[in-house]
Structures are given as C-alpha cells and as structure tokens.
T-cell receptor, first 117, second 112 residues
C-alpha cells in the first residue's frame, strides 16, 4: 500500500504557542487530505477535509482560526494549532486519498501526540 | 447521513478461538466499505476494501465479507499479535471529496 508520513510523532509545547504538524504522501498524489482528532479509546473525529490548492472544509464545531490547514501541493498538507491550550492536547492523525488514481482507499499517517503544558 | 455501527465494542478471545466482528452500515449508494486495524498510539493501517454485496477478501487470518447491510471481519485462529482496534468505514455516493464515515471500532484482545 501507499505510504503517508506524518511528522512529528509527538510534540510538547507551552500554552499560547503554535505547533505545526506535517503530512506527506510519499508515493502517490493526495488529491484530498483529511485531518482527524482522536481521544483515548474513542474513534476518529474528522476535523477538516482539504483539496490541493483549495481552502479546507471544516466540520461543524471546529474552529478554523485555531486549526489552520494548508494543502499547498499534491504531496503535503499541514495542520497548525495556533495559540495552543491544554484542552488541545490530543492525538492528531492525517489521512490522504488519491481520488481517481491507482489507490481507492485512504492511507493514514502515524499520528502526532500533542501535549500542551 | 452515512452511518456505521460496529459490534461488539470489545472482544476478548483466547489464542486460536475464531470469531467475527460486525459492521452495520446505512449509506446512500455504497462506493466502498473499508476495514482498518489500529494499534495503540498509531494511525490506522489499511486492511481491505469491499465494493459490492457478496464480495469477500482474505489476508492471513482475516477474511472480510459484505452484504447489503453489513460487513463481517472473520478472524480465524487468532494470535496475540492480532490484538488491536478494528475500524470499519464507508463511503457513500454523496460523500464529499471521498470522505469516510467511521464506526467506533471493536477493541480485540487475544490472550495466550
């Protein structure tokens, strides 16, 4: 299967600072990327969907000014958590799909454990 | 809206004890049903895609089947390394940009 690389795997930041998480598709073109948040022992909660070169579509209740998503190329999307607070601590996972391409399924990154202190 | 319900929430099996996980779905025009495995602290790992009722796919000790209303993930003679959370997801005809709708998962524990 295809590979999606997410970086960093974990990050600790101080309250009020911003953190950027990168998601790269290594061997296919990610026409669509998804960003999820996962709480302990719960399923994936979709935060936003992004198309390359377009603005992201955010799910209801997700603050677009707090969670900035950029999908500037067909292989890279970033999620920036701005002015992070302890309640933003969570496990963030990206997913990528190549609609109309060789792969029909979505592939996931390894996830990023964010801890805000 | 597309919906997915997985059962049971948790399942404990002894090594070698075969069983099945269930994924019931409601979708307008199924474009695909997907099974993933997720280990603690990791992103989901793709297992299978099923497209139409009657389709089956196998990989080692796992076999996925699909009907018009549900999918089963059969685990034959499981081993401790099969312990993980298994997630089911669907994509419907009306899915925006290929969005998947996920169930809450089944946490499988296989003990020696």
């Amino acid at each position: 299967g295809a590979v999606v690389s997410q970086h960093p795997s974990w990050v600790i930041c101080k309250s009020g600072t911003s953190v950027k998480i990168e998601c790269r598709s290594l061997d296919f073109q990610a026409t669509t990327m998804f960003w999820y948040r996962q709480f302990p022992k719960q399923s994936l909660m979709l935060m936003a969907t992004s198309n390359e070169g377009s603005k992201a579509t955010y799910e209801q209740g997700v603050e677009k000014d707090k969670f900035l998503i950029n999908h500037a190329s067909l292989t890279l999307s970033t999620l920036t958590v701005t002015s992070a607070h302890p309640e933003d601590s969570s496990f963030y996972i990206c997913s990528a799909r190549e609609l109309g391409g060789a792969y029909t399924e979505a592939f996931f990154g390894q996830g990023t454990r964010l801890t805000v202190v | 809206e597309d919906q997915v319900t997985q059962s049971p929430e948790a399942l404990r099996l002894q090594e070698g004890e075969s069983s099945s996980l269930n994924c019931s779905y409601t979708v307008s025009g199924l474009r695909g049903l997907f099974w993933y495995r997720q280990d603690p602290g990791k992103g989901p790992e793709f297992l299978f895609t099923l497209y139409s009722a009657g389709e089956e796919k196998e990989k080692e000790r796992l076999k996925a089947t699909l009907t018009k209303k549900e999918s089963f993930l059969h685990i034959t003679a499981p081993k401790p390394e099969d312990s993980a959370t298994y997630l089911c997801a669907v994509q419907g005809r009306g899915s925006t940009l290929g969005r998947l709708y996920f169930g809450r998962g089944t946490q499988l524990t296989v003990w020696p």
